[in-house]
């Protein structure tokens, strides 16, 4: 079966801030024209969505983020809140990154914000195992699994989930249209945003190339054709992915 040609491609994606990324050498070295458009976007919910979880900032001793985003709603809901968050409150964070990230709201010290090292929260378990009277309240998104909750539920540390933002479509620019030959998806809310976006889309001979297991699932759940899959062993990243389709294609 011959692969289809590809020339453009959509990445659902914001455009990387830097020009040496995989997918500026993939557009050089195979040709192809990479367009970057959002299927999706970010909103934060408001007070009062917020109260509807019967959530009270002040009973808790600590919050667990894992993203720069989770952080800066969680200021924002606090701040909309008039809640002043306490000099003594801390912060368990996915990485390192995250956790200098919280220098933008406050005063970093060390001994009150815990960063985990290879980007698990297990790491964390010992300095939270260390402080058994620590409330935990963890910052989430609408779209997200529990895994981490039960993670820290078997090990008998009780951690409040607290929905702060969601994932909505994005609508797809009225002056650009949809017409390309592969399009390439990250997450189960950008296979949502696509089919909403657009309802009666056939897939054809597009390729699509998903990244992610529940991804997968999102696509094959839409009667869709995943022809690019990862992460794999040999394909670690979606670029990677993508690069050996394109090689294979040369090769016709």
Known sequence: MMMKKIKNILISQPRPLSDRNPYTDMAASFGVQCD????????????????????????????????RLGIDHFFRL???????????????????????????????RKRKVFTAENNRFE??????????????????????????????????????????YRTVASEWPEEKSFNYDMVVLFTPSGVAALKKNFPDWEQGDTVIACFGANTLVAVEENGWRADIKAPTPNCPSITTAIKQYLEAQEEQ
């Open 36 to 67: 970057f458009q959002q299927l999706i976007r970010v909103e934060g919910v408001n007070v009062r969505e917020f109260r509807d979880q019967h959530i009270y900032l002040e009973d808790y001793t600590a919050v667990i983020v894992s993203s």
């Open 78 to 108: 606090c701040e909309e809140s008039r809640f002043s968050v306490p000099q003594n409150m801390h912060y368990y964070c996915i990485s390192e990154a995250v956790g200098n990230y919280l220098q933008k709201y406050i005063q970093y």
């Open 123 to 164: 790491d964390l378990l010992p300095a939270m195992l260390r402080r058994p009277n620590e409330k935990y309240l963890m910052v989430m998104s609408d779209v997200h699994n529990d895994d981490d909750i039960n993670m820290f539920a078997e090990h008998n540390i009780a951690v409040k989930p607290a929905i702060m």
